[in-house]
C-alpha cells in the first residue's frame, strides 16, 4: 500500500510542475494566482500521503490543516488587495 | 476497504489531471477558472475521503475529514473571490470572433 502512496504522490508532483507553468508564464496576475492556489490544494493532498508513507499520520495531518488554512487565507487577502488596487 | 480507498485515490487523481489539463489549454482566465475551481473540489474531496477510509476510524481519520470539509467549503469561496476581482479589474472574457464584451458592461457596480 505504501508503494501505491508513493505512485499517487509522484503524480501530484508532475501535476504540481505542469501547474508551475500558468505560475510562471501566465499572462496578468491573476492567472499567476490561479496556479498558486491549484498548487496549495495539490500539496496538501500529497502532505497526507507523504504521512502515510512515513508511518507518522498523527503528524502529518496537522501540519496539512495548518497549509488548508494558510492557502484560503492567501488566496482571499490577493484577492481582495487586487480587486481595490486594480490589474497591472 | 483498502480496495475503496485505492479506488477512490484513482478517482481524486483523475479529477486532479483534468483540472490540470484545463488550467493549461483554456483560452483565458474565466474558462481556466471553470475547469480548476471545480474539479480540484471534487480531487480533494475523494482523496482525502479515501485516505480517511484508510486510516479507519481513529482522531487521524476525523482530521482527515475534517480537512475535507474544510476544503469543500473554502475552496469555492476562493474561487469566487478570485473571479470577482478579476471581473471587477476588467480582465477581458475570451469571445469567438474576437470582439471585447467590455463595451456592454455586463455588471454595474
Known amino acids: 500500500m505504501e508503494r501505491f502512496f508513493l505512485a499517487v504522490s509522484i503524480l501530484l508532483g508532475l501535476f504540481v510542475f505542469l501547474c508551475l507553468y500558468r505560475v510562471v508564464f501566465g499572462p496578468g496576475i491573476f492567472n499567476r494566482l490561479v496556479g498558486a492556489s491549484v498548487i496549495g490544494t495539490k500539496t496538501l493532498t500529497i502532505l497526507v500521503l507523504i504521512g502515510f508513507i512515513y508511518g507518522r499520520i498523527d503528524m502529518f495531518v496537522d501540519i496539512s490543516l495548518v497549509y488548508a488554512l494558510l492557502n484560503f487565507i492567501v488566496t482571499i487577502a490577493v484577492a481582495k488587495y487586487f480587486q481595490r488596487k486594480g490589474a497591472i | ?109
Open chain 2, 1 to 109: 476497504m483498502e480496495i475503496v480507498a485505492i479506488l477512490l485515490l484513482c478517482a481524486g487523481t483523475f479529477f486532479y489531471l483534468t483540472g490540470t489539463v484545463g488550467l493549461l489549454r483554456f483560452p483565458d482566465f474565466y474558462s481556466r477558472m471553470h475547469a480548476t475551481g471545480k474539479s480540484d473540489t471534487l480531487g480533494t474531496l475523494l482523496s482525502l475521503l479515501g485516505l480517511a477510509l484508510y486510516a479507519g476510524f481513529s482522531f487521524t481519520g476525523v482530521k482527515i475529514l475534517f480537512i475535507a470539509v474544510f476544503v469543500f467549503l473554502t475552496s469555492p469561496t476562493a474561487t469566487h473571490a478570485l473571479l470577482r476581482a478579476a471581473f471587477d479589474s476588467k480582465v477581458p472574457p475570451w469571445t469567438k470572433d474576437g470582439r471585447s464584451l467590455r463595451d456592454q458592461e455586463t455588471r454595474k457596480k
